[in-house]
């Protein structure tokens, strides 16, 4: 039987997780006719920026809880469990890998981040094997961005527009640790268990 499974990955620190990336997840699945969308969250993230983040069980806990009830919807702790930087090109590998049954692989992601892809590790190999969704903002300016990219990136890169919802995981945090409320940013189960657990207090 040919593989013919389409999927969408979803990686990122989540810490929270928030409706952003919920709403990112689900459009691209309609859009793109996706069998499913897999949540992937870092274990060490390779980005120095990036490694201050949560306990990995932590926010696997607060990603299970978000997608509660989608069924298009999994989580995967493939970047928890392997030792050292977490990757895109080895996550991606490793999914098609223990997945035969997966043809098409999307990686879900930001379209300000699509010119850092550049600099992501062996990126030209992670254009080989999966195509990126890039999803933009009401009034994001796709035409400059499109004039910076290299030609490799425009066969590979999709812009998916997407409703007005700008919410990032630095806000949420930020929110926390000022005492504001974060209700209708993150699903309420999300929310609890970040007052339940004391997170960026």
Same mark, same amino acid.
């Given at each position: 039987m040919p593989a013919s499974e389409r999927v969408a990955l979803m990686g990122g620190t989540f810490d929270p997780i928030h409706y952003g990336h919920l709403l990112m997840a689900e459009e691209a699945r309609h859009a793109y006719k996706l069998d499913r969308v897999i949540f992937i969250p870092n274990g060490q993230p390779a980005i120095p920026k990036?490694? =201050? @983040?949560?306990?990995?069980?932590i926010r696997l806990s607060m990603c299970a809880l978000a997608i509660e009830g989608n069924r298009y919807f999994s989580l995967s702790r @493939?970047?928890?469990?392997?030792?050292?930087?977490?990757?895109?090109?080895?996550?991606?590998?490793?999914?098609?890998?223990?997945?035969?049954?997966?043809?098409?692989i999307y990686f879900v992601t930001g379209a300000d981040a699509v010119l850092s892809i550049l600099a992501w590790h062996r990126y030209r190999d992670l254009l080989n094997e999966c195509e990126f969704i890039a999803c933009t903002r009401p009034g994001f300016p796709l035409e400059?961005?499109?004039?910076?990219?290299?030609?490799?990136? @425009?066969? =590979?890169v999709h812009f998916l527009p997407l409703p007005g919802l700008d919410i990032s995981s630095t806000e949420l945090r930020t929110r926390i640790s000022e005492g504001r409320s974060i209700r209708y940013l993150t699903?309420?189960? @999300?929310?609890?268990f970040i007052r339940r657990s004391g997170l960026y207090g």
């Open positions: 990036h490694q =201050n @983040v949560s306990d990995p069980e @493939v970047e928890v469990d392997r030792p050292g930087p977490s990757y895109t090109l080895d996550t991606v590998r490793q999914i098609r890998r223990e997945s035969p049954h997966i043809g098409q400059p961005l499109r004039e910076h990219m290299p030609p490799e990136l @425009v066969t =590979n699903p309420d189960a @999300v929310e609890s």
